[in-house]
């Protein structure tokens, strides 16, 4: 085993880390003009478009080298809610039209998306259906060359300032799995409107919305990949979402690490820096332990994404180490400033995001309950007695 980046993926990490330090703070509120600056920023370095291929635009890198691509953003930048959107545009959006789209959808839409001049959205979520993805109420009724959407979809990423949405819809209610389909859907078409920006507690760089679909008319061209395989696209999707989106939470993890030893050996009390104390080393031994084992968790399931393994073990794993261990390290960061770490800095925006992250992509008691099927522990229904 090789626990070593490449020269050339060290290179690319290192610019991104620099890129992410000077061009993208965290900013005090949130606005779609520089929002839209920032993404045309980070497309011309790249990172919009990590894991797509360069015949699409991208820079055609496999999963471990988009993860530690991500993770170095994370790093860079305190603003984690744009990592999360531009994570969620690529992995949730991207990855489905390079592994499912036609030729022509690929050369239609990829390019755009990969170069930061559009933004795209997964819709998905919506009021009734969140864990329960099946029970999605959003409908799509085929009329001749074309389907028409009606529903709503809730908790959308980029919703405000998307250019293409990504759309899952039922379009057999009576087929279950092999009843959605997904629908590549511009911003513009008549009937799709989104709401306004949500107030969250967390990751407030990145824009979330509800998106309505009032007889939306959709052309048929513009189903991805087959009528009837949308839970297909969107399995695919997540294994990339909880994988490699999470990698941005490392390098959040890391920079508030290192300032916290920074600070712990600063800071004295009682005539000796704190980070004497065993109470406060040991927490900060307890914080990286957590980084380094999710770490290497998400690095895990990355390399399994390479080898084209699609298991629900290793994303799951990784998304719920990653996202403990963010929330955690946010509150040992914070314990170790003491009355400093309850006022707005690193800290506690770390904890804030981190928080959204037990809960999107899956929330953390679904991964158990996913993980604990694959491994053959599921529930199992009795055969009914006639």
């Given at each position: 085993m090789n626990f070593d980046f490449d020269a050339d993926?060290?290179?690319?990490?290192?610019?991104?880390?620099?890129?992410?330090?000077?061009?993208?703070?965290?900013?005090?509120?949130?606005?779609?003009?520089?929002?839209?600056?920032?993404?045309?920023?980070?497309?011309?370095?790249?990172?919009?478009?990590?894991?797509?291929?360069?015949?699409?635009?991208?820079?055609?890198?496999?999963?471990?080298?988009?993860?530690?691509?991500?993770?170095?953003?994370?790093?860079?930048?305190?603003?984690?809610?744009?990592?999360?959107?531009?994570?969620?545009?690529?992995?949730?959006?991207?990855?489905?039209?390079?592994?499912?789209?036609?030729?022509?959808?690929?050369?239609?839409?990829?390019?755009?998306?990969s170069s930061g001049e559009w933004i795209a959205a997964h819709g998905i979520t919506e009021p009734e259906a969140g864990s329960d993805a099946l029970a999605l109420r959003t409908s799509a009724e085929r009329r001749g060359d074309r389907y028409v959407l009606n529903g709503g979809k809730a908790f959308t990423t980029n919703a405000p300032v998307a250019d293409v949405f990504v759309v899952q819809a039922v379009t057999d209610p009576s087929a279950g799995f092999f009843g959605l389909t997904s629908f590549l859907v511009e911003a513009g078409t008549p009937g799709l409107r989104v709401g306004r920006p949500y107030d969250k507690v967390g990751l407030r760089g990145s824009p979330t919305a509800d998106v309505y679909l009032e007889d939306c008319a959709v052309p048929a061209d513009q189903v991805l990949g087959t009528e009837g395989g949308g839970a297909a696209v969107f399995s695919a999707s997540m294994a990339w979402e909880r994988t490699c989106l999470f990698a941005a939470y490392l390098g959040a993890m890391r920079r508030v690490l290192d300032s916290t030893v920074e600070f712990a050996g600063q800071r004295e009390q009682f005539g000796m820096p704190i980070g004497g104390f065993q109470a406060v080393s040991h927490r900060i031994v307890d914080?990286?332990?957590?980084?380094?084992?999710?770490?290497?968790?998400?690095?895990?399931?990355?390399?399994?994404?390479?080898?084209?393994?699609?298991?629900?073990?290793?994303?799951?794993?990784?998304?719920?180490?990653?996202?403990?261990?963010?929330?955690?390290?946010?509150?040992?960061?914070?314990?170790?400033?003491?009355?400093?770490?309850?006022?707005?800095?690193?800290?506690?925006?770390?904890?804030?995001?981190?928080?959204p992250a037990r809960?999107?992509?899956?929330?953390?008691?679904?991964?158990?309950?996913?993980?604990?099927?694959?491994?053959?522990?599921?529930?199992?229904?009795?055969?009914?007695r006639r």
């Open positions: 993926t060290e290179e690319m990490r290192a610019a991104i880390t620099a890129f992410a330090r000077d061009k993208l703070p965290c900013p005090d509120a949130f606005d779609p003009e520089e929002f839209r600056e920032r993404w045309l920023l980070a497309g011309r370095q790249g990172v919009v478009g990590t894991a797509v291929p360069e015949a699409y635009g991208g820079l055609g890198l496999g999963a471990v080298t988009a993860a530690a691509l991500m993770e170095a953003l994370g790093h860079g930048s305190e603003d984690t809610g744009f990592a999360f959107s531009v994570a969620a545009h690529l992995f949730a959006c991207l990855r489905p039209v390079v592994e499912f789209g036609t030729e022509e959808q690929k050369r239609h839409w990829l390019p755009r998306l914080m990286t332990l957590r980084l380094e084992s999710a770490r290497l968790l998400l690095y895990r399931a990355a390399w399994g994404l390479d080898r084209g393994e699609r298991d629900e073990v290793a994303p799951g794993l990784a998304k719920l180490a990653v996202s403990e261990a963010a929330v955690q390290l946010g509150l040992d960061a914070m314990q170790i400033r003491g009355a400093l770490g309850v006022l707005s800095g690193e800290a506690e925006t770390l904890l804030r995001d981190a928080l809960i999107f992509s899956g929330t953390n008691d679904i991964q158990k309950n996913n993980i604990a099927r694959a491994l053959g522990l599921g529930p199992k229904r009795r055969a009914r």
